[in-house]
């Protein structure tokens, strides 16, 4: 079974990462969205929240598992027998710094990171866009699902 995890802190979820999640659906037979847990960082939304953003959008794809963890992605990744780490990448940017994540999980476990490009539809959107966004009373419509739409 080809089980992929697609780390993240997910402050929200938006199109983009749900963009990268539906490409890769025909490629494993199971995709973990894992929420990292960052004791140190803060959120707009709690983790409660962000777990369920991502379940009401996925609800009807039982291929689709949100589940949340903190520590090394690469533990977690042998934790739950996870051969793949899915990322995706916008720019040349997120290729240097991903490449860099990818190198180290790879010295660390034999862990395989795979790369998507972003569609160029969403290749501009980040979390942090739509929470700077959000904070200005924006509208956010086109850069994130519905479920997060009806916070």
Do not use: W
């Not at 929470?131 to 509208?139: I, K, N, P, S, T």
């Amino acid at each position: 079974m080809r089980k992929a995890i697609f780390p993240g802190s997910f402050d929200p979820i938006t199109l983009g990462h749900v963009d990268i999640v539906n490409r890769a659906l025909p490629l494993f037979d199971e995709i973990i969205i894992a929420i990292g847990v960052n004791a140190d960082k803060k959120y707009m939304f709690s983790l409660e929240e962000r777990v369920n953003f991502i379940k009401e959008n996925y609800k009807d794809f039982p291929k689709i598992k949100v589940t949340t963890y903190s520590g090394l992605t690469t533990d977690y990744c042998q934790k739950e027998e996870v051969d793949f780490i899915l990322r995706g990448l916008r720019n040349p940017a997120d290729f240097e710094f991903e490449k860099a994540i990818a190198q180290t999980n790879r010295k660390l476990s034999n862990i395989e990171t795979v790369f998507l490009l972003t569609s160029h539809d969403t290749a501009f959107i980040s979390s942090s866009i739509v929470r700077d966004v959000y904070r200005h009373g924006g509208d956010i419509t086109g850069f994130v699902p519905k479920s997060v739409l009806k916070k």
